[in-house]
């Protein structure tokens, strides 16, 4: 079986080097893999629009800056399918349809909704269309067979729920969907990249995020703001690396050439840690190294996101086009579906 990628994200803001770690570079790398027949790349706009239903402007807006973002990483049409979720209306009549397979309670248990409507104090009056994102989301991976969905460690609820519709679905009906596989990173730190000020997740509200679209100039701002190990006062204290969220980054980041590059009196990342450990490393060495690893990996990603910010136009063709060949995917496979729920009444005799 060909192997098909389908992933995207909300278009709530712009992108940041958590959405990069977590995601964004794996799907670089499989991208250039050569590895996959077809690659989708969605921006979730409907879905956005769930929990953000008083507020387009907002979802509008962020259409351009997570296009740019996914250009800026390295992310190319000519290889994936960059599309908008809510020009498919296919993706919604098949919602419609999986919503039959799913229960309230199901839903309710689902623990990333389950923590997202805490977050959101929504309480007893749950939007009826945020409770049941996931099943729309159940429809955005599988209009497009997809095999292979690599997103962040949070969307593994999601993962299971469309996993449990494909195969009641395949049941009742004729085995027409295909159960995806989640493709989380190999590493740790880049499953969930603490915020600067080493808070667990990084999020807009909590200003703590370093966006792909940070200028040099921020990116250094907030690295030197960066929360380390507070018991670490005098360079000579010995300090921990654990919760120590300049040695997370640089586990999510930092690479033996770097050391070449910018440390060369150590190795790699375990003598650094070593030393730091021991005692005698300050916090402003470590943190101008984390800054030079992060300017290697972001200052190319910034330069062609600028040059891509020159050209709406081909921004706007580019989502154009894409949206046009996810939505021939996604008819194809709702007609599969319609027939085999027996509802394709006038493509032959209906009586
Ligand atoms: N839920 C994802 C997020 O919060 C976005 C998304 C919507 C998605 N549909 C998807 C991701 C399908 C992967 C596959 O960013």
């Known amino acids: 079986m060909e192997k098909i990628i389908l992933t995207g994200d909300r278009p ?10 977590g995601s964004l570079r794996e799907r670089v790398r499989l991208q250039n893999s050569g590895e996959y027949a077809k690659i989708f790349i969605m921006i979730a706009d409907a879905q956005a629009l769930t929990d ?35 020009q498919i209306p296919e993706l919604t009549e098949l919602t419609m349809y999986y919503m039959n397979l799913v229960t309230v309670a199901r839903l309710q248990r689902n623990p990333t909704v389950k923590s997202e409507i805490q977050m959101r104090k929504f309480e007893a009056n749950i939007p009826a269309g945020f409770l049941c994102y996931p099943i729309s989301q159940a429809s ?18 999601m993962l299971e729920q469309t996993r449990e519709i494909v195969r009641k679905f395949n049941e009742i009906y004729a085995p027409v969907l295909v159960e995806p596989d989640i493709l989380l990173s190999s590493n740790k730190s880049c499953l969930r990249l603490p915020g600067t000020d080493g808070k667990a997740k990084m999020s807009k509200s909590l200003g703590n995020c370093i966006y792909l679209s940070d200028t040099e100039e921020e990116v250094a701002k907030k690295v030197k703001s960066m929360y380390t190990d507070p018991t670490h006062i005098k360079v000579s204290d010995p300090g921990n690396v654990e919760g120590n969220t300049v040695f997370t980054y640089l586990d999510a980041f930092a690479k033996d050439e770097d050391f070449k590059k910018y440390l060369p009196e150590y190795e790699n990342l375990d003598e650094l840690k070593a030393h730091y450990k021991r005692g005698g490393l300050g916090d402003v060495k470590i943190k101008k190294f984390l800054n030079a690893v992060l300017e290697e990996e972001l200052s190319p990603i910034r330069e062609r996101r600028k040059e891509y910010e020159k050209d709406p136009a081909f921004i706007v063709e580019m989502l154009k086009k894409g949206t046009e060949k996810a939505k021939e995917t996604a008819a194809k496979t709702l007609d599969e579906v319609k027939k085999a729920m027996r509802i394709d009444y006038f493509s032959g005799d209906l009586f």
Request: glycine share 10%.
């Open 52 to 86: 953000n239903f008083d507020n387009p402007e907002k979802i509008r807006g962020s259409i351009r800056e997570v296009a740019l973002d996914y250009l800026g990483v390295g992310l190319d049409p000519k290889k994936a399918s960059i599309f908008i979720q809510s």
């Open 140 to 157: 955005d991976i599988t209009a497009f067979k997809a095999t292979t969905v690599p997103v962040g460690e949070d969307q593994k609820p």
């Open 12 to 21: 709530t803001g712009k992108l940041h080097i958590g959405h990069y770690v």
